[in-house]
């Protein structure tokens, strides 16, 4: 594979890997809770291979992946540094193309393939959800931009699977964030790229979610049918239009400035009370979701 990352510390972060320089203060990690997370615990836990895969790899195996190198090895370096100029984020990836990069790329990581060979159900249940909800979030997006085009995800679309559920410490997400994200001036500010990031952040932990829920229960029986009532509870608070307001109000109460240095965002996640970690977790986001729905 060409990468050394061990898979038997699910969900510890590797500082090795990180990607914010190795003299950046850890921030602590902050936890939150929703209503519905126990409706998701399963397949956002359970069952999601990208929560044993760290998110420097992640990023490596999906700047890396093309339908030319998609069952070549990876030989490279690890690369710890991006930009918004990097030209694979505007490599357009088709949902067969997601499905070949899950296949041939994240499931043929050394330990990810030993995993494979001895739960089959996982690897199944973790395909079927995460091809469902890049179908529903293709569907939620084309509905935001009001036309369905067949060009509307990117690899940069797909860098929140990476943020919200791969390994990682704090600091090492929101480097990556800051980084694809600062203006020309090296400061964060507020941009329709980035109101595109947390919408479709938004949009994953819940209406995709949901869906992906309601299909994977017909092929996994250890997975029980959402009853009718649980589903209208959930889509109450996770609707397009509830996600759309979740990035209007995190811009309001972000941006108190017009922008940020690295030292000045990076102090935006680490206040506990009035702190924005909660954009990196689907509990956090659900939670922002039910407090301010519309």
Known sequence: MGFDVCCNKRNQPDSAYSLAPPNEREIAVQKYHSTNDSFFDEIETKYNI???????????????????????PFDGKMKLEFSSKDPFLTYIMSVDEFQSFIENKLLKISQIYELSGKNELMINTFKATFREIYNSLEMKLNQHFGEKTNDRITKKTLIPFGTLFSISNVVGKIKLIFDLYKDENENFSKSE????????????????????????????????????????????????????????????TFFDKDSYNWMEFKEKFENKEKGFQWILSSRGIRKKLEENNV
Do not use: W
């Open 50 to 72: 990208l929560t044993y895969i760290q998110l420097a790899e992640y990023i490596n195996l999906l700047e890396n992946y093309s339908i030319e190198t998609a069952t070549l």
């Open 193 to 252: 790229d980035f109101d595109l990031f947390l919408l479709t952040s938004f949009l994953i932990c819940s209406y995709c979610m949901i869906s992906a829920r309601r299909k994977i229960s017909a092929t996994n029986h250890n997975i029980p049918e959402m009853s009718k009532e649980d589903l209208i509870k959930c889509l109450g608070v996770c609707e397009l239009k509830d996600c759309q307001n979740l990035v209007t109000v995190f811009n309001d």
